[in-house]
């Protein structure tokens, strides 16, 4: 693999060439689009890879079929078992969808496939008569307190009924800095006030791990990176819903990623999460045992989510696709740039050109236990991520900070049309710069929300004036 | 399992019979000690507890061979196969540490188990003749930048070499606010100043995601939770190091810890990092493969820190065991408190007792990466952890935060003793009654150690007279 494919101006027909906005604000000539049947625009994603299809020849004499590959935005059922032939299917007995009972064999639970029907099953086990959210946990109502740990909330030390039971949208992300300015967009798009002189709280700021911020029915929380550190507050907020008698709750990972065969600033609706087996569940290891829970997501959210993107002739694609989900950032993603690196560019470009060639559009590091916890759990969820970069095109994010900022709003902007269109909202008219042009930087989050401001071009002037005054 | 077992109170002799400090400050009396050669104290975890092991009946008609339990704090070359007697143990085959070339196969790369003969195999690979750091990656000198996007510094933007190429030892614990507490504490503990009217800045402030400082030598940052977390941490800062030509630097996890059948406020040296399966390895997946590296740690580094810290006669123990490193915090770790929980007490406590007989003596979430990433790099380093709670008694932590907060204190103790010998200091009279007598909150960390105070109690009059005023 040449250096120019690293660059990605040879390659064009294939996944390489630009299958949307070169920079995120145009979309390229070569992007190919099908309607479906409810007039939503879908990109497709080519099948040949010209540069690298040379590259991609079966290892030990095995036999690589040629694929149809689906539209990044239709769900396959179909395995995905191209690049580990001899990794078996989960079968009924490996996955885990078993519900308590204290003799209970894991490995013996049976896996549902059909999604309504699996919906249906898992009602009564995870939900009250009311609505409100039921635990797959017969210990906790046993115990005195729930110390929620890393959240610095407790059943007993804290009132969260009268806290929490009005939430109805869970929004997580990657960092405290992101997860507040999104609470304070979520407060200005649902026209939420909290009283002149107020600020929002970060609730958990004495866990000095993740951050949280309530903004009327929206929880918006931080989860830092990977899978062990997001499955943790997944296990505190689902607790955290239950103690709070919250009914129905939806959940949303709001996050960044690298794009495969997707430019930097598309936003990707994730359908499936995948290991790094291409395999749709996560493995977890409880009391010693391999279990093995279906990475499933919320389909009707998703689909909502994707017609409320298409309303809008955005700058930017939205599509629905395949996403890989990481244990490391480096390594695991196939990067050129980690502490250790031990195989070549080519080998790198043949196995990203495989994951196209497998549908997956894009590559993260939560979005697995994200998806097999909350399907679980019984609750909606959907996980949304804007591309940073085209990772068939290089590793490093080169683009300008300003440009990246703005990125990190497209997919907020997505969960704030589903909650205010929930809540009954009429979409509110945009007279704020910030979000009719999508600026690259939010102004000084709680100074332009909380502040009422009238005319924030006045209030810049009133501020730098006041900070001329010694 | 009965609920008095899992406080624990009628286990006598067991594994449950308080090995340490009851709180952490004593210890008790069932204690069983034994001297090496080197008149270094360790702790023997009995083999026999009498209330867990009619539990642990053999399943599936499997035969458990019983085994003698090796003291924890010696080293033990054997496989730790008994709960999975029928996962295979990794062939040379399946370990890699292998050196670059573009045309490697990992999986064929050879597994060398003497740790000696490996360090001087690995010495050329991961070292310049002048000691300073080399990369197992051929890539990074061919980039025109290096961007460490997760501590916000660059190749090309910063001159890394001008700001960091003293460092000696990297420390690197969980939460920012800890990390900047250490940070604090070592610049105290051996003597470095900056100028009055400074204080430590958090070096990866604007990548929101880490937290970096440094002083003098020691570099202090957080790694949040998890193995995906600490990988991307240990990527950047050993290439940080190699990009500032750092000599030889050695890296410390100084973290918390879920005890098994070690008392709270006791500290553990791991010997050895095992994962879920109790295998001494930590498995990535490199371009759809799965590779195994052996997470070792360094003996000489442990053995040294051993001796310091029996060298004073402190209120805990400090012991050197086997830690499993969980990606889970609740079903991973055998909690009965997450949101989801679909095994009995029962279950648990067999399951924990097992731990307990294979000599594991603590459970964390970032001792396998740590381990086998820094050894791969050829960097010296060590875990110390302290134990929070010892799960063979329960899952929720129930001491003081002010406890919990002087227990945070005891694993930075020993690393500090550890730099000040290395940095040729003697040892520091400690007249501050913060190192003294170890409190539970220590003072606010610029106050107490920029500002020059001569007597802490004046200070606190004087910041109190200050605060009264309007």
């Known amino acids: 693999m040449s250096q120019a494919h690293e660059n990605s101006q040879e390659c064009k027909d294939g996944v390489l060439a630009g299958l949307a906005g070169g920079n995120g604000t145009e979309k390229s000539n070569s992007e190919k689009e ?8 879908f990109l497709i994603i080519p099948n040949n890879c010209e540069v690298c299809s040379s590259d991609i020849a079966p290892e030990d004499g095995k036999t690589i079929e040629p694929t149809t590959v689906e539209p990044a935005s239709i769900t396959s059922t179909k395995p995905s078992s191209l690049i580990h032939e001899s990794t078996p299917e989960p079968t009924s007995s490996e996955m885990s969808t078993g519900l308590f009972s204290p003799s209970l064999d894991l490995r013996h639970s049976t896996f549902i496939e059909d999604e309504n029907e699996r919906e249906s ?34 059943s007993e030390s804290h009132d969260l009924i009268e806290m929490f039971q009005d939430i109805k949208f869970v929004c997580i ?6 997860m507040e300015e999104f609470a304070y967009f979520i407060m200005r798009e649902i026209g939420h006030k909290i ?19 309530k903004v009327g029915p929206v ?14 507050l997944l296990h505190e907020v689902i607790k955290l819903m239950y103690h709070a008698k919250a009914r129905d709750p939806v959940f949303f990972r709001i996050g960044t990623c690298g794009g495969i065969g997707i430019d930097g600033g598309n936003v990707i609706i994730t359908e499936e999460a995948l290991n790094s087996e291409l395999k749709p569940y996560h493995e977890i290891s409880v009391l010693g045992k391999k279990i093995r829970r279906p990475s499933k997501l919320d389909r009707r959210l998703r689909e909502d989510l994707l017609s409320l993107a298409h309303e809008k002739d955005n700058a930017y694609d939205t599509v629905v696709g395949k996403t890989m989900c990481t244990d490391d950032f480096y ?39 994200f998806a097999a916890l909350t399907h679980h759990a019984g609750v909606r969820a959907a996980v949304v991520c804007v591309s940073l970069l085209d990772r068939l095109k290089g590793d490093q994010v080169l683009a300008a900070k300003e440009v990246l900022n703005e990125w990190q709003l497209r997919p907020q902007i997505l969960i704030a049309q589903y909650i205010k269109k929930e809540l009954g909202l009429i979409p509110i008219q945009r007279k704020s710069p910030i979000l009719s ?21 006045r209030m810049n002037m009133v501020q730098q004036e006041s900070e001329s005054y010694d």
Do not use: W
């Open 331 to 369: 390594e695991g993603q196939a990067r050129l740039d980690g502490c250790i690196c031990e195989y070549s560019e080519k080998e790198k470009m043949s196995y990203l050109c495989e994951l196209n060639r497998n549908g997956v559009t894009n590559i993260e590091m939560e979005s697995l236990a």
């Open 437 to 457: 042009s999508f600026p690259a930087i939010p102004c000084s989050c709680p100074h332009s929300t909380v502040m009422r401001v009238k005319s924030p071009r």
């Open 219 to 232: 929880l918006s929380v931080s989860h830092g990176m990977g899978i062990p550190s997001v499955s943790i």
């Open 195 to 213: 009283p002149t002189g107020t600020q929002l709280l970060d609730i958990s700021q004495y866990s000095y791990r993740y951050s949280m911020y």
């Open 34 to 41: 099908k309607m479906d049947k409810n007039n939503n625009k």
């Open 173 to 178: 992300g990657g960092t405290p800095k992101r």
């Open 121 to 154: 099953d898992m009602k009564p086990q995870t939900r009250y008569s009311d609505g409100s959210v039921r635990l797959r946990n017969p210990h906790i109502e046993l115990m005195d307190q729930d110390i929620l740990y890393h959240l610095a909330l407790g």
